[in-house]
């Protein structure tokens, strides 16, 4: 939950959504505070003006004609459809139009407007319901014993103020609200589409030169994006189409002429009748054979190392597969004088492919009869080794790889001093290579168990596969 | 055999023909898709050796209109393009059998041989025989000369893969891809050592041996 939250604020779009959000809360609040100023505040400025004009007026009238005409022309001046309320205190006079009796609390002499609240309901109807407004008023002392009070009712100002009020206050809750969803929702879609992108980066990586990016065709940045992106990958993949041809190309014209070449060194052969003849001819054309072979060889690493034939690894099981290859090996080996164990320790599950996986085992095989001298021990293991990775591996008994020699094997072409004399081209280790790339393994090298009976060295050579993912 | 060979290399093609007239085949040649596909459709042939990368019309899709055709004549192909994936391609297509340039002639012959309509290797067959040699399909047994030969499952099939072609030669190759399911080329004589072990049991105890190694091209059962 709380990571989820995290990864919300670490996104771009998110971020900027809060703060147009916020950014309009905060206008938003401008905007009440203008409507606040420009309507009610402006409103009861009025009111407390006319209603200081009125008080000056009175007093004046007042100090001029005395109390007892003040009284009249108030009574006068309170007839119905006026709106102005009063209240007439003066020796034992009290007059007033509303159903109620302010408590002063001073106001008289700081002169200051101020408000309260009354029922405004008509006298004339007692059971009706008590309507409570709100009025503002101001009040001014006469004489010793006396004060009016001028007031006028606010009630239809004050609530319209206040609906205004909270329906922007809600508009303003409404929109934060929505525009954190919307931020949400924005902010998910587009790390979607982002990570859409880094998907696709990573296995364009992994050699899924397929693999487009998803466009949707509304036309906006990151669409654009895809575009430009797929009109790039189509370009890379017409390139690589464009190499791959001309490889196939090259392969297909320098394979017919050399096929041409050893048939006609194997007609020759089977024609002439010297023996001496014969077998130089026979291997010219075994010579022309082992060219042709390295050199598909060299393509096949080629291939492999784009890592194209990824999307068809499959589930299998190794341990059958270990089981055909020690099958197939295991007389040769006999044969060779050396002692073949297969060991194959708990279950096992590999992504991988049947015939790449079986050259790889046998390329290990095949190095471990040839340069294991005779009656060495050859192991082939399949095992469990740390966090649930499977390791397949061929230890022999043989001389071993020097550590500081160790990467260079697997280079193409690279061929250790004390083997040059041995038949080879130097491609095995790394087609087992480019294989065990292809499968997302490791290939380890490193030293056998040397014993007593076997004082050599030995060479360990481990495939150690990525955990099994269910796909 | 009546056989067709859809090559555009004229030297290489001629070689093909020569080869295969040798071993006493009649061979016709086309050297474009287009005229090899009105051959193929012209006339019987039993079998059709066919490069993938022609002139005019590919190999793959000369052999898919055939087949669309409802032309069943068995096809080899040809191709430079030696990746497991691309023989797939080639088989799913209706191939019968998929050769990678570089390829000896001996391997060529055996394969067209192992494929040709006369010798039908797939056939419903429950009983192969060659001489006195006897081989039950359904019961699992070998026999020789009446008498009972224990083999292991693998031994049982490459037995079974040269019975099917007796008299033919079988290549190495041939062998690892059909018995082993294998298709790359070990660099020892890995598959020597099990037929010497097949051979010691079939033919060591008997005076007449019948299980021969061709120099140069594979092996051959042969009475």
Redesign the interface.
């Known amino acids: 939950m709380f990571a989820s939250v995290r990864r919300l604020f670490n996104n771009t779009i998110f971020r900027l959504s809060m703060i147009a959000a916020s950014l309009f809360a905060f206008s938003s609040l401008v905007v009440l505070g203008y409507i606040y100023v420009a309507t009610v505040s402006v409103e009861i400025i009025n009111i407390d003006n006319r209603l200081k004009q009125e008080l000056d007026e009175i007093e004046a009238m007042y100090l001029e004609k005395g109390g007892d005409y003040t009284n009249k022309q108030i009574i006068h001046r309170m007839r119905p459809g006026q709106g102005t309320m009063y209240v007439y205190v003066h020796n034992n006079d009290f007059t007033s139009n509303i159903a109620f009796k302010p408590q002063l609390d001073g106001e008289p002499e700081r002169g200051r407007p101020f408000q309260f609240v009354y029922n405004a309901t008509n006298d004339t109807n007692p059971n009706a319901q008590a309507q409570i407004h709100r009025a503002r008023a101001r009040a001014r002392f006469m004489g010793r014993t006396g004060y009016i009070l001028v007031a006028r009712d606010v009630e239809l100002i004050m609530t319209t103020a206040e609906r205004v009020t909270r329906a922007l206050l809600i508009s303003i809750a409404i929109a934060l609200s929505l525009g954190l969803i919307s931020g949400i929702y924005v902010s998910r879609r587009f790390a979607r589409r982002v990570d859409a992108f880094n998907k696709l980066a990573t296995d364009i990586r992994a050699g899924d030169l397929k693999r487009r990016a998803p466009r949707d065709h509304s036309g906006d940045e990151l669409d654009d994006l895809a575009g430009h992106l797929n009109e790039m990958l189509d370009h890379i993949d017409r390139l690589m189409q464009a190499m791959r041809y001309a490889g196939?190309s090259i392969?297909?014209d320098l394979?017919?002429p050399?096929?041409?070449l050893?048939?006609?060194l194997?007609?020759a052969?089977a024609a002439v009748k010297d023996k001496a003849s014969r077998t130089v001819l026979?291997e010219a054309?075994d010579d022309?054979?082992q060219l042709?072979?390295t050199f598909?060889a060299v393509l096949?690493i080629a291939?492999l190392e784009t890592g194209e034939?990824r999307e068809?690894l499959v589930a299998l099981d190794p341990r059958a597969l270990l089981e055909?290859i020690a099958?197939?090996?295991g007389?040769?080996c006999e044969?060779a004088g050396h002692v073949f164990r297969l060991e194959i320790e708990g279950k096992h599950q590999l992504r991988a492919d049947r015939?790449?996986l079986?050259?790889a085992v046998?390329?290990l095989v095949?190095n471990a009869?040839?340069y294991t001298p005779k009656g060495g021990g050859i192991i082939l293991s399949l095992r469990k080794v740390k966090s649930g990775r499977t390791e397949i591996s061929v230890t022999d008994t043989g001389p071993g790889i020097p550590a500081g020699d160790r990467g260079r094997v697997k280079e193409r072409f690279v061929r250790l001093e004390e083997s040059r004399t041995a038949?080879?081209s130097g491609l095995?280790l790394a087609l087992v290579d480019a294989v065990a790339d292809l499968h997302r393994a490791q290939l380890e090298l490193s030293d056998g168990n040397p014993s007593e009976e076997h004082p050599l060295v030995g060479l360990r050579a481990a495939l150690i596969f990525p955990k099994f993912k269910r796909s | 055999m009546r056989i067709l060979v859809v090559e555009d290399?004229e030297?290489?093609a001629e070689?093909v023909r020569?080869?295969l007239m040798e071993a006493g085949h009649v061979v016709d040649l086309a050297h474009d898709g287009e005229l090899g596909l009105e051959m193929a459709k012209a006339a019987d042939y039993d079998a059709l050796v066919l490069d993938r990368?022609l002139p005019k019309r590919d190999g793959l899709s000369l052999l898919r209109a055939l087949r669309e055709d409802g032309d069943a004549t068995p096809v080899l192909i040809l191709s430079?393009?030696?990746?497991?994936?691309q023989k797939v391609e080639g088989l799913r297509a209706g191939g019968d059998d998929y050769l990678?340039?570089?390829?000896?002639?001996?391997e060529l012959l055996a394969r067209v041989e192992a494929i040709g309509r006369r010798s039908d290797p797939t056939a419903a067959v429950t009983k192969l025989k060659a001489g006195d040699l006897e081989m039950d399909l359904l019961a699992r047994t070998v026999r020789r000369a009446g008498q009972n030969i224990l083999l292991q499952p693998?031994e049982f099939r490459l037995l079974e893969c040269l019975m099917r072609h007796t008299g033919k030669v079988v290549t190495r190759t041939m062998l690892l891809e059909k018995v082993?399911d294998?298709?790359?080329?070990?660099?020892?004589?890995?598959i020597d050592?099990?037929i010497s072990?097949l051979r010691a049991k079939i033919d060591k105890d008997f005076d007449l041996p019948i299980l021969h190694t061709v120099r140069?091209a594979g092996y051959r059962l042969q009475v």
Not at chain 2, 80 to 85: H, I, M
């Open positions: 196939d392969a297909h394979r017919s050399l096929t041409r050893q048939t006609r194997e007609g052969s026979l054309s022309a054979s042709l072979r598909e096949r291939r034939r068809m055909d099958e197939l090996y007389p040769s044969e015939g790449l079986s050259q046998s390329n095949e009869i040839k038949p080879g095995g | 290399d030297i290489a070689y020569k080869g990368m430079a393009l030696g990746e497991v994936d990678a340039k570089p390829y000896s002639f001996t693998r082993w294998y298709h790359f080329d070990p660099q020892t004589n890995v050592v099990h072990r140069g």
